[in-house]
Nanobody, 125 residues
Framework: QVQLVESGGGLVQAGGSLRLSCSAS????????VGWFRQAPAKEREFVAA????????VYADSIKGRFTTFRDNAKNTAYLQMNNLKPEDTALYYC??????????????????WGQGTQVTVSS
């Protein structure tokens, strides 16, 4: 099992940047792909990005491609989501989630086994 804790959310003006962190417990973090998801009020949770256990493979949602980057430091048991050129429509509760590397990179909530508690990102116009 792995326990995940997100941090780094906050209030930022449009065009600004934030870096979210997803810190994991345990010594097997590299054995998990990590997905990033977000949920805005009154909307369904949506896929943002995912990164493989070793960090060599990433996928992104079209809505954030070119603005967000995910990477990880397995020595620190931490994955990151760097968010640049933020827009008001990026406002949401952001989650990281984990799935064993035995499976493909997660693109839906149902695929993920472990979740963090979420961190709020608010982008003002």
């Amino acid at each position: 099992q792995v326990q995940l804790v997100e941090s780094g959310g906050g209030l930022v003006q449009a065009g600004g940047s934030l870096r979210l962190s997803c810190s994991a417990s345990g010594h097997t973090f590299k054995m998990y792909n990590v997905g990033w998801f977000r949920q805005a009020p009154a909307k369904e949770r949506e896929f943002v990005a995912a990164i493989s256990g070793g960090g060599g493979n990433c996928v992104y949602a079209d809505s954030i491609k070119g603005r967000f980057t995910t990477f990880r430091d397995n020595a620190k048991n931490t994955a990151y989501l760097q968010m640049n050129n933020l827009k008001p429509e990026d406002t949401a509760l952001y989650y990281c989630a984990a799935k064993s590397i035995k499976f493909p990179l997660p693109r839906t909530s149902d695929e993920c086994d472990y979740w963090g508690q979420g961190t709020q990102v608010t982008v003002s116009s």
